[in-house]
């Protein structure tokens, strides 16, 4: 399928005056989201907000329809959440820990899913184990499937793409291992959903958090998670479910809801929810398949470019790797770097060894420049991007 770059490109308002390479942090939001957003907010002062809400109903609906025809599962699946953050906690707050229980998860899994995995050990006894790395990079699966078999983990979790690098983990053949020996499997695929084209019942996840803002091109304060039908029919809930995911039936006693709807919250900002709705939608209708093949070959090609620089180091490891480039610049601090492309109107981000402490710390470094394309972007900004880098490797000599 060939993309219509012209077309998208005057549907994406902020990439007019600026080459945006920061979509891991947040994608420029089509027309269509934002005017989607504009138009029930003027409703809402209209109307009044629970007014509005039952006026567009329907529309509402159609984030668990979107949401799951783009994952390929069915919308009783789907929960809204506000980030991927909350959406990867409340999956977790779902599991009844108890001491000596057993997280298995990998070294270059999200930073808060780090902090909130030393939570759990704090306040219940809960251990956590990192499988090694290969040499190249990545989760090493035949020793990861080897801790799943001699350790019986509660819960297995893989970050499908880390925040700090360009790698991509093989969470579907994780996700196989798992299924074989019958355990609890969460991903994180925040960096994933709207990049590549994601198959739950392929990944064989138990769990799936995500979040609307990065490739999605949602809005901010909204994120997703997706609940498997094995999960439901064994009874998981979030540890403070509400009166959105349960009816209180009698004194003592409440009664969850069959669907991932127990993991939501009563209280929306529906206008968020319909803006990652248009989200999903319009990625459905440019084709996730072409998405996925134009994005990481931008970021591929930026990669190549910038490992032809004197100066640059391309930190990126792993036997996949995706549209998330980092690198850094000798003579550069990363954020002076950062701050300096954003005046020549060229937006990125920063990382911070705090971030991804294993990762870092095999590498060396304290800080990189994340630059990370879009299907939107073109080859000509690619272009550009190295051309200013190049200027300021040779400012810096």
């Known amino acids: 399928m060939t993309l219509d770059l012209e077309r998208l490109r005057a549907e994406t308002p902020g990439c007019v005056n600026r080459i945006h390479f920061n979509n891991a942090g947040a ?8 005017e989607t957003m504009k138009d029930y907010l003027e409703l809402e002062a209209e109307l009044g907000g629970y007014e509005a809400a039952d006026a567009r109903a329907e529309a509402i609906q159609e984030f668990y329809a979107a949401t799951a025809q783009l994952l390929g599962c069915q919308a009783r699946n789907i929960a809204f959440a506000t980030n991927a953050t909350d959406a990867f ?15 298995l998860t990998t070294r270059d899994d999200y930073i808060s899913n780090q902090i909130a995995f030393i939570s759990l050990r704090k306040r ?8 090694p790395n290969l040499p190249e990079g990545g989760v090493d699966v035949d020793e990861l499937e080897r801790l799943m078999r001699e350790r019986r983990p509660r819960l297995v979790v893989v970050t499908h793409i880390p925040t700090n690098s360009g790698l991509v983990q093989p969470v579907a053949e994780i996700g196989r291992r798992c299924r074989e ?3 609890l499997y969460l991903v994180d695929a925040c960096q994933s959903v709207g990049q590549y084209a994601i198959e739950v019942e392929r990944l064989g996840c138990d769990f799936l958090s995500a979040t609307g803002r990065k490739f ?3 809005p901010r304060g909204s994120g997703l998670l997706y609940v498997s039908d094995r999960a439901l029919a064994a009874g998981y809930e979030p540890l403070f479910i509400d009166m959105r995911g349960a009816r209180w039936v009698g004194f003592e006693q409440y009664e969850q809801v069959e669907t991932a709807a127990r993991y939501e919250d009563w209280e929306f900002s529906y206008a968020t929810v319909l803006g990652a709705a248009a989200a999903a939608h319009y990625a459905l209708a440019v084709g996730i398949d072409a998405i996925a093949e134009r994005t990481p070959a931008l970021g591929s090609a930026l990669r190549d470019r910038l490992a032809e620089l004197d100066g640059v180091r391309v930190l990126d490891r792993g036997r996949e790797r995706c549209a998330i480039v980092t690198f850094t610049l000798e003579g550069w601090k990363s954020d002076e770097l950062a701050d300096e492309l954003r005046r020549r109107r060229i937006n990125s981000s920063v990382s911070a060894r705090e971030h991804a402490l294993y990762d870092f710390t095999d590498k060396g470094v304290e800080a990189c420049v994340r630059m990370s394309p879009h299907y939107y972007n073109t080859e000509q900004e690619v272009d550009d991007v190295v051309d200013a880098l190049r200027e300021l490797a040779g400012a810096s000599s």
């Open 27 to 34: 994608g420029l939001m089509p027309a269509p989201v934002l």
């Open 89 to 103: 906690a409340r999956a977790l707050s779902s599991i009844p820990f108890v001491r000596g229980d057993l997280i």
């Open 124 to 131: 219940f006894g809960v251990e956590v184990v990192h499988a």
């Open 181 to 183: 020996l019958e355990l």
């Open 216 to 218: 999605l091109r949602g």
